[in-house]
């Protein structure tokens, strides 16, 4: 059972491009985290966000608590946002952890 | 800016041998947490760690595993006879209470 969902697991597009990463989950959170994972592996916090929308830069995150499903959208998309965006979840009711999907892999080409 | 370290960057080791990892996590941190990454899967959670003592941990931290804080600024992980499957990137983070999870870089495990 897959507590965090993303979509799509793979994800191909051409520079400049809008892009929408999906992730639902199903348990009630008190907040949700976006990370970036590039090809060495570091893994970088983008956003926490427990209601609303969140920016920086072409990056913009939004959370809907009540259909429990946040969206990643990346605007003028370039090469170097080429990574695993991965959603995860911290909700009481996994106890004191972050739970994680499974990434979603971006390549952006020029 | 402040940053999660991790040493070291990659550790390679023989099967049943114990391995230490380390983690400076930031200095103003409260909560301290050791994830893994087997290749190719999911980030998954170890444990966490807070007022020096084990606040949650998952099923993968059996007694092959333990955390130690020993001075106030390192936080270790320590499995005492390594596995194949223990072969992973292992990944620190360290948080202020309700805050943002900072990550280190991780540490390459590689058991032979």
Redesign the interface.
Known sequence: KNEVEQSPQNLTAQEGEFITINCSYSVGI??L?W?QQHP??????LF?LSSGKKKHGRLIATINIQEKHSSLHITASHPRDSAVY?C?VFSLEY?????????TILRVKS | EPEVTQTPSHQVTQMGQEVILRCVPISNHLYFYWYRQILGQKVEFLVSFYNNEISEKSEIFDDQFSVERPDGSNFTLKIRSTKLEDSAMYFCASTLPRGEQFFGPGTRLTVL
């Open positions: 008190s907040a985290h990370l060495g592996g570091g893994i970088v916090s926490m991965i995860a106890g004191n952890k972050l739970v994680f999907g499974a990434g």
